[in-house]
């Protein structure tokens, strides 16, 4: 967060847009700066909000179309944003352009978790003579800080769980899997890898029917964080109100996110969300 | 396992029985070494099946009566087997004997995860004169060897799912989490936490429904290990026939597990699952 805010270069900003409302946030906000920007949408996953900004429509696997749609359009910076499921090989069709780089291209996408996959893709932008920057620089009021949401204040049995979240996550960071975990009364119930935050805090519900969480309703966090080395320009944890949603049907007390590292899509629905259900959200300065 | 098994002592053997069936695999294999049984069923979790044994029946919370029918049946040795869900403190009722220790009874149950628990329950048994004995001492033809279990032979790719699988167990155990992963192209998908390991495995099913996980359809490992500085006399991971079932519907290619580590519930069962389902079942000697 310490680079500026880059509003003054007039350059559009370039939006790969992936799944998710997000995208359009990112647009909102960074057009609000008077900065132009336009929006390269990934086919069949982003939405057709698309059509209401300066946009054009790329298919993954293919690398000679989209760097020319974003030379065309004037832009040298981009963003990477909105959900994008890891691509089956099988349906992949490839461009000239992409054999070339095939190798590197397979390298990335076949082994590894995201982290290996996303950072290669980094590589390969910059490669082109892009600069990918991330959503904290151009969009900073998406990004959730230290102020609380929500009137309730985490009680002494919340902030032990979140400590005891927060160091799990750090200690699973190389292990390079999920960005958050449930802790119910110092006890971590549930681990993410590949289902997504929301689907796990879901998996709370079911647990606790069965009895196989025990604990008060109204007791436990969520508590997530990027990965302790995670470049933030790729695949930031988000969260927003289908989270707080979920949060509040597991009978949780509210969710704990690293300041500056977490981003908040649908913040007014997001903050509605946690009013309603008397939830809180904090933020953690990184340790 | 080197120590050598207890047959000739013929002072029964208490076991202590929670839900499922492999408190009486465990009193099968025992009888079959000629020592004599008790078993000792926690109420609301022992299985009906314990009526053919010599037996008694306690309630979770007391001490005073389960200690008593224990000595009354001559038993010195105890082992505790089968699923127990974390007590609900308030439907719990305590005897005078348990009121004394309460504080102790407390602090074992309502803080920290399974091994905080359960090494406290140990504690309080031997307080009381008896050993806690573990199944491969007294019953270790019910624990995975190194043996492979299906005609399959795991793959390059499957030995390598397998590495990271068993790399992180080894690195979570601190976190007193769960006891198995699933690896599918080197990418660990699900990490078991409160859910179970059969839940886990089954959630790829979903994973892979809705693309978050690729990979071909056999292709992939569950990996499951004790912690790394377990007591195998509590909370020993199990394997059963199920498991097997799950891992085929999740489209894995089999099991790894730590050799000496895990037990099998139900191994004709799981033996016929792994040869349909044509997966593999191998143990991995502990690093």
Redesign the interface.
Known sequence: MSTPPLASDLAPLGIVAGAGTLPFEVAEAVRATGRPVYILGIEGFASDAIKAWPHGMFRLGTIAAPIRLLRDAKCTDLVLTGRV?????TNLRVDGKAITTLPKILAVM????DDTMLSGLIDLIEDEGFRVVGIPQIAPALVAGTARIGAREPSKTDLADMDIGFQ?LK??G?????QA?VVI????????????TDAMVR?VV??RAV????GKPGTGVLVKAPKPDQDLRIDMPVIGPETARAVSDAGLAGIGIEADGVLIAGREALEKEIGDSGLFLVGRAKA
């Open positions: 499921e890891r691509p089956n090989l076949t082994r590894g978790g799990a200690h699973m190389p292990l390079d899997i999920g975990v009364d110092q006890r971590i119930v549930a681990v993410e890898a590949a289902e997504g998996r079911d647990l009895g196989r969480v025990r």
